[in-house]
């Protein structure tokens, strides 16, 4: 843990890791101890908190952390500490740490926008890549003071959902999709019945915003359409547009996609829509009949994206299915590719507490050249790793 004001977050990042299950040891550099006391990573750790080689010398703590970690994670990554590391100084039992770990680290910077930009630091940034490390890109928004800009610390939620990632699969954040622009929609819409209810489903947008935040950590230029969901932090290093309803998620889909790469739509658009929407809100009276609420159809935002994509142009859709006497899962799924024309389509199984609401997802991956695969349990991070890892595959052949 480096030595700057974010390093108060970082709290919240062990916390999120210890409630998962995780054993976790905080090495902090002296400087972050002005920001947040060694009692305290103590306290929530439940281990003794260094920052010198020479505090229990016997057990070579520079040496024993770095050999027994199955991940390193530097929260916050200050300018020095990028520094450092690039450059293989060692003058402190974190840095002494990381020329030990032969396990992933992945580096969360936090910083004023001018030290993120400046060549130094960017050099310092592609030389801890190259190497194999994972440097995130930071969010934007409020800074130290009044500042606001590029280099906030990522959602200490995110840094925990990340972290797990690379748990699961230590190389799934490649910097491959560096120089793609990425279109991804998420959540649900909502269309307005009166201006009280609506008609919605049970999107959370979780899995959106995952497919988001990992294409954005590989390189890739997101833009994220987001209908309603339930006040996800923005994923960083992303550009996010809001929407509601279905028409306004089509619009801003449609605007996005005529210049990007890759279109993954993700979100879960109603199919309907009111056909009139009431002015006031709509009265339960015993005088009056039960009220008759007509549907319009939705587009099919999906086709329209095949029929309209340019050339060289990936299209990623999601189908959320459950089966029925008609079919298997897997039946409909391959029913909903072969109409729409996409060139990927991921099927969740939903209902019984799967996939909406959910931190894990599963199902299978389904290919327009009749290819399938299963995607086992995991994490959604997890997920949108073994889909970007398909698009890369596929724009490759």
Request: hydrophobic letters at 45%; charged letters at 20%.
């Amino acid at each position: 843990m480096g030595g700057g004001i974010a390093a108060y977050k970082a709290c919240e990042v062990l916390r999120g890791l210890t409630e998962s299950g995780h054993d976790v040891r905080v090495v902090p550099t002296a400087a972050a101890l002005n920001f947040v006391g060694a009692a305290t990573f103590e306290a929530l750790s439940g281990h003794p908190v260094h920052t010198g080689v020479f505090t229990d010398v016997p057990q070579v703590q520079h040496v024993r952390v770095g050999q027994e970690a199955d991940l390193v994670l530097v929260v916050p990554a200050t300018a020095d500490l990028l520094a450092k590391a690039a450059h293989g100084l060692a003058d402190d039992l974190l840095t002494t740490t990381l020329l030990t770990a032969r396990c992933p680290v992945a580096f969360f910077p936090a910083m004023h926008t001018e030290m993120w930009e400046h060549p130094a630091t960017r050099d310092n940034v592609a030389l801890l890549r190259s190497r194999g490390s994972v440097v995130t890109e930071p969010a934007a928004g409020r800074l130290t003071g009044v500042d606001t800009g590029k280099g906030r610390l990522a959602d200490p939620a995110e840094i925990v959902d990340l972290a797990r990632l690379l748990l699961e699969a230590p190389r799934a954040l490649p910097r491959d999709l560096t120089g793609l622009r990425v279109v991804i929609s998420a959540g649900g819409t909502r269309e307005p019945l009166d201006p009280v209810r609506y008609l919605g489903n049970r999107s959370s947008g979780k899995q959106g915003f995952a497919l988001a935040r990992v294409a954005a950590q590989r390189g890739a230029a997101v833009t994220l359409v987001a209908g309603h969901t339930d006040a996800l932090p923005p994923p960083a290093g992303v550009t996010l547009r809001r929407v509601s309803t279905a028409l306004e998620m089509q619009a801003a889909v449609r605007a996005a996609a005529a210049e990007a790469d890759v279109v993954v739509m993700a979100a879960a658009v109603a199919d309907f829509r009111p056909a009139s929407r009431a002015d006031h809100k709509i009265k339960k009276s015993d005088d009056a009949p039960d009220p008759v609420v007509t549907l319009d159809r939705n587009p099919d935002i999906l086709a329209e994206l095949v029929r309209e994509r340019r050339a060289g142009q990936t299209v990623v859709g999601f189908a959320a299915e459950t089966g029925d006497e008609h079919g298997s899962v897997l039946d409909h799924a391959r029913a909903k590719l072969r109409r729409k024309g996409a060139d990927l389509l991921v099927v969740n199984a939903v209902g019984d507490g799967k996939a909406f609401g959910t931190e894990d997802n599963s199902g299978w991956l389904l290919a327009a050249d009749g290819t399938e695969a299963p995607i086992p349990l995991g994490t959604k991070a997890r997920l949108a790793a073994t889909l970007w890892d398909a698009v890369v595959v596929l724009r490759s052949g």
